[in-house]
């Protein structure tokens, strides 16, 4: 069974972050967004604008289509 977009969303950027050493604050601090955002997001329970994607990629160093790799 396929994740939900927003599941496989939150998923490719928990592991992202967590390969990178970084907490959910430090993600949220590096991309202008609060920590409960990214708990959010990485839950899979908000719809991300392509505003904050792009500043949740900037943030962990990876292109915007790095974090939607396997969002169908």
Excluded: C, F
């Excluded at 592991?15 to 907490?23: A, M, P």
């Excluded at 430090?26 to 899979?44: F, M, N, S």
Aim: charged share 25%; aromatic share 2%.
């Amino acid at each position: 069974m396929k994740h939900q977009p927003r599941k496989q969303l939150g998923n490719n950027i928990r592991q992202l972050r967590t390969n990178l050493g970084l907490s959910q604050e430090q993600l949220a601090e590096k991309a202008d967004l609060h920590r409960t955002y990214i708990g959010a997001v990485e839950r899979g329970e908000r719809n991300v604008s392509l505003d904050n994607i792009l500043a949740i990629a900037r943030a962990l160093g990876v292109s915007a289509s790095n974090l939607l790799e396997g969002v169908e």
